[in-house]
T-cell receptor, first 116, second 113 residues
Framework: AQTVTQSQPEMSVQEAETVTLSCTYDTSESDYYLFWYKQPPSRQMILVIRQEAYKQQNATENRFSVNFQKAAKSFSLKISDSQLGDAAMYFCAYKPPQGGSEKLVFGKGTKLTVNP | NAGVTQTPKFQVLKTGQSMTLQCAQDMNHEYMSWYRQDPGMGLRLIHYSVGAGITDQGEVPNGYNVSRSTTEDFPLRLLSAAPSQTSVYFC????????????FGEGSRLTVL
């Protein structure tokens, strides 16, 4: 079964600085999808960024970017110019390829604190 | 633009009581799922459905039942609540066959005394 590991239960960053959250996963598939979700104190789950494994180019969304290392099965999230509103739980998630299971598997999350 | 609607948002139960968490989506999504979120455990899949009349178990299905009689609704039933079911529950949906995002409800906090 696929697993997703987030090795950092908590991280902190100073406002305006850069932070990287780690995620590794285990799969025997060659094509799959990876996601980062944000959960602020409001509890609402928000999609931050998505990466298709067949794409070599790392996904970016404004201040959010990923470092996707397929061979290493690593999918880290970089937040640049951190803002107070970035404080949240961040979850990494894996989805098998199309035609396979529709289930998303989540990591245990990283709690990010942003210090003013 | 309702999206995914969960009710109730908060509920307190006594051990042995039964209840149903309701989930409805208005996006015509085939895939619907229930997760529970516990501190330090992330989100764990309870049950999921890929269409009306089709349900399957996730990672932690024991103590929970589901049914999918319509595309829109996917209720989660606790037949005999236990303190171990104290958690925050999320319903989520998406289109199948594409790599689109999973849309989440706002969550339901359940406490079993």
């Amino acid at each position: 079964a696929q697993t997703v590991t987030q090795s950092q239960p908590e991280m902190s960053v100073q406002e305006a600085e850069t932070v990287t959250l780690s995620c590794t996963y285990d799969t025997s598939e060659s094509d799959y999808y990876l996601f980062w979700y944000k959960q602020p104190p409001s509890r609402q789950m928000i999609l931050v960024i998505r990466q298709e494994a067949y794409k070599q180019q790392n996904a970016t969304e404004n201040r959010f970017s990923v470092n996707f290392q397929k061979a290493a099965k690593s999918f880290s999230l970089k937040i640049s110019d951190s803002q107070l509103g970035d404080a949240a739980m961040y979850f990494c998630a894996y989805k098998p390829p199309q035609g396979g299971s529709e289930k998303l598997v989540f990591g245990k999350g990283t709690k990010l604190t942003v210090n003013p | 633009n309702a999206g995914v609607t969960q009710t109730p948002k908060f509920q307190v139960l006594k051990t042995g009581q039964s209840m149903t968490l309701q989930c409805a989506q208005d996006m015509n999504h085939e895939y619907m799922s229930w997760y529970r979120q516990d501190p330090g455990m992330g989100l764990r899949l309870i049950h999921y459905s890929v269409g009306a009349g089709i349900t399957d178990q996730g990672e932690v299905p024991n103590g929970y039942n589901v049914s999918r009689s319509t595309t829109e609704d996917f209720p989660l039933r606790l037949l005999s609540a236990a303190p171990s079911q104290t958690s925050v529950y999320f319903c989520a949906s998406r289109k199948t066959g594409v790599t689109g995002e999973l849309f989440f409800g706002e969550g339901s906090r359940l406490t079993v005394l």
